[in-house]
């Protein structure tokens, strides 16, 4: 083990992939509800709709393309040939969608309607292709003792490709720029996302030769039986105890339930904003921004706090400064006209709180699993999430639209404090170790 050293740089480009993919989602987040809402004149429960799709084509997609990519064998390897060919497509079919926006708002006709849809399903078709392929590549180059210091980098990517769009968005979109417009044009997003995912790809394909690293960690596993702590039930999987299977079953339940609450609120904060307090995109995406970054530079003291205390205490206390934030969140926006400092100050808060939380549950539920069937255990996590992600777009419009918009805020504290709840039987998953400084620090982080 003492042998054993992490190649960053090598992760770094790996990481390449979730890189693209969170700057992809991060800008479909934001964007799309403003377009299904301001141009196509859709409502709440319907567009909450559209926007949980995605979601629901996940948890077909993203273990049908997984286990798809575990028996390709080609000259580029398992992973990489998804990730080139569902990048491809989701770039060309991305940039559909700002033309068929502008043109139905100049002249507005069922068939384009109709072609927004489809190109819209298409792409989010495309983008389930290849997540899982890009997130397994990490494990297939790292050897097992240091995938989860690997996998603090991988997140680390993908956070920088959320500031990327958001960095952009602010700067092409000040709030002196959108408010008042009948209609704005997204274009120049897209093609800024497009190109931020082009180029990550073609910048991980020149320098990851994934069958040649793959080959190698294979090689390196096979000299280290002891890392396997699998115990076969004679078929090839895993028996867990009593007591361990019910504590991944609280844990995958309050995965869902912070879930609900925190994409409720990303889903539907730049409606939120538009309606509640009148204020444009750039706003919003200067408040996403500052929750993005506060989680970035919160990520070395989160590893510190969860080395020392443990992570379900780290999660708890991150579950509890989260609902605070939301309750803030509500009490401000509803007394302001305008993003205020104080409003920053709690967003930022916001990035620390789900640090805090995120960071520590995957590694949660990997400790769980006893051997190798990684990948299993992680389509568990997955399945938590995106579920809860199928159904909060919905249920948070639907609401939205019944009661108030200002129904947002409460909402999502009440879903991350019922969290806390079932966090309490949470028994095992834990992980203590002397606490870690600079890099190291950021081990214990998840994606």
Not at 18 to 44: A, R
Not at 204 to 224: F, G, M, V, W, Y
Not at 308 to 323: D, E, K, M, P
Request: a positive charge; one cysteine or more; aromatic letters at 10%.
């Amino acid at each position: 083990m003492n042998e054993l050293k992490l190649n960053n740089r090598r992760t770094i480009l790996v990481g390449l992939a979730f890189l693209s993919i969170c700057s992809f989602w991060q800008m479909y987040d934001n964007l799309v509800p403003l377009i299904l809402k301001g141009t196509f004149h859709m409502d709440e429960s319907l567009t909450g709709a559209i926007m949980a799709a995605d979601n629901i084509l996940a948890l077909f997609l993203l273990p049908l393309f997984g286990g798809l990519s575990d028996r390709t064998n080609t000259r580029l390897g398992r992973r990489t040939p998804y990730v080139l060919a569902g990048t491809a497509a989701a770039v060309l079919l991305m940039n559909l969608l700002p033309i068929l926006d502008n043109s139905y708002f100049v002249e507005a006709a069922p068939f384009k309607l109709a072609s927004f849809v489809i190109a819209l399903g298409l792409l989010l078709i495309a983008m389930g292709t290849y997540r899982s392929p890009a997130v397994a590549l990490m494990p297939d180059v790292t050897p097992k003792p240091l995938r989860s210091k690997a996998n603090a980098i991988i997140n680390l990517m993908g956070a920088v490709g959320g500031v990327l769009y958001l960095g952009v968005s602010v700067a092409l979109y000040p709030a002196e720029v959108t408010r008042g417009q009948v209609h704005v044009n997204y274009q120049p997003l897209f093609l800024v996302v497009s190109l931020i995912m082009l180029a990550s790809v073609a910048v991980l394909l020149l320098t990851i030769r994934e069958p040649r690293l793959s080959e190698e960690n294979r090689a390196l596993e096979r000299k280290h039986p002891e890392w396997n702590l699998a115990e076969d039930d004679g078929s090839g999987g895993e028996v867990l105890p009593g007591p361990v299977k019910k504590s991944l079953g609280f844990l995958l339940a309050s995965i869902a339930l912070w879930f609900a609450g925190y994409n409720g609120v990303t889903t539907w904060f730049s409606v939120y904003v538009d309606q509640v307090m009148g204020a444009g995109i750039g706003s919003t995406n200067s408040c996403l921004m500052v929750a993005t970054v506060g989680a970035i530079v919160s990520y070395i003291p989160i590893g510190a706090l969860a080395s020392r205390f443990g992570r379900r205490r780290t999660i708890q206390a991150g579950i509890i400064l989260l609902a605070c934030c939301f309750s803030a969140g509500f009490l401000m926006t509803r007394a302001a006209r305008s993003i205020t400092a104080p409003m920053y100050v709690v967003f930022a808060l916001v990035g620390l709180a789900w640090a805090a939380i995120n960071v520590n549950s995957l590694p949660m539920v990997v400790e769980m699993c006893r051997g190798s069937d990684v990948g299993k255990f992680t389509g568990y996590y997955y399945t938590a999430s995106m579920a809860a992600q199928v159904i909060t777009p919905v249920l948070a419009g639907t609401l939205m639209k019944e009661i108030s918009y200002q129904i947002l805020f409460p909402y999502a504290a009440c879903f991350v404090a019922m969290s806390f709840v079932t966090m309490l039987f949470v028994r095992h998953g834990d992980s203590r170790a002397e606490a870690k400084t600079g890099l190291d620090a950021f081990e214990d982080m998840d994606r």
